[in-house]
């Protein structure tokens, strides 16, 4: 073999070399074999090397998908961080007034939730408060119930009867998947309170009983009104009236927190209007609830809660 300077000074004898080509035809680099003794390599030499150098290039072409991935996921996990601060941005304030005071808390098991609530001055001492759970979790949830979250105002504002404001939204979250044949559906409580009156009107709509501690002395589920909204395109609703003459304390949910506390929901509910009966003050009612079940749990689903406090 023919000794030239470049291998003589290198101590290389024999060499191979068999480029790496990757996937879109580009040459990454050259897979080298060399042997300090002068020999020839064979056919047999030639194809272990192909194959070693197109194992090679699909390590790369892996490594450089997994570059693209992670960089994706992290673009995505920053949209997502940005939509969640939209959605809880548009959250209503709570309200601490002489004859009401009104809290929420809100945490979901994804990125994003399909739980929302609002509530809005109707009138001077009246208060349209609603809680609605979309049907599953993350981006598709959310944007339904931000859909949603849009009418809320002027429809709370405009109409305030609780038996239209479901019907309307019954109607809103049916026609949004009526031309495409598919179907999703929201449970809802929505009610309205005059402080002045000293009534609560509400209609619920498929959702978990709210509850109300009446006068500190009685515990009433509120669990009528309607089925579950965006089934069909008519609703047969129904509302309640009570009247409160003490103090009393509301509490709105979604089933996120009885799943949590307990798979038999009855017994669920049970273990709660024991927690208001004991902490009937909405703010430490809350505290209560999240020190109890929700802090250090991994949620399977979205919570949300609201309490009231009216005098």
């Known amino acids: 073999m023919k000794k030239l300077d470049v291998t003589y000074s290198a101590n290389i004898g024999s060499y191979l070399g068999v480029p790496i080509i990757l996937e879109d035809n580009t040459m990454f680099g050259t897979l080298c074999a060399i042997d300090p003794s002068p020999h020839k390599f064979d056919k047999k030499d030639l194809e272990l090397m192909q194959t070693l150098a197109n194992f090679i290039a699909n390590a790369i072409e892996l490594g450089q998908a997994y570059e693209i991935i992670l960089a994706e996921e992290q673009r995505v996990k920053k949209e997502l961080e940005l939509a969640k601060k939209v959605q809880t941005s548009v959250l209503s304030e709570p309200v601490q007034l002489e004859k009401i005071n009104i809290q929420a808390y809100y945490q979901s098991s994804e990125s994003l939730s399909g739980d929302m ?12 408060v609603i809680l609605i759970d979309v049907m599953g979790h993350g981006v598709s949830a959310a944007l339904i119930s931000m859909s949603i979250r ?3 105002k002027g429809l709370i504002t405009s109409i305030s009867e609780p038996i239209e404001v479901i019907k309307e ?10 031309s495409t044949h ?3 559906y929201a449970t809802a409580v929505y009610m309205v309170i005059d402080t002045e009156l000293k009534t609560i009107e509400y209609v619920n709509a498929g959702h978990p009983s709210g509850l109300l501690f009446l006068d500190q002395k009685t515990m009433k589920r509120m669990d009528e009104g309607s089925i579950i909204l965006g089934i069909f395109p008519n609703l047969k609703v129904d509302k309640q009236l009570i009247h409160y003459n003490e103090p009393s304390t509301i509490m709105l ?3 996120g927190l009885t799943e ?12 709660v209007e024991n927690i208001i009966i004991g902490e ?3 703010l430490q009612l809350i505290e209560e609830i999240k020190k109890e079940f929700v802090n250090g749990k991994t949620l ?7 309490t009231v406090n009216v005098e």
């Open 280 to 282: 009937p003050d909405n």
């Open 150 to 152: 849009s009418l809320l």
């Open 260 to 271: 949590l506390i307990n798979p038999v929901i009855n017994d669920a509910i049970h273990t």
């Open 182 to 184: 598919q179907s999703t």
């Open 117 to 128: 609530y609002s509530w809005f001055e109707i009138s001077p001492n009246k208060f349209g």
């Open 169 to 178: 939204l019954n109607h809103h979250i049916f026609s949004l998947f009526n």
């Open 253 to 255: 949910y979604t089933d």
């Open 300 to 306: 399977k689903d979205d919570i949300c809660l609201i």
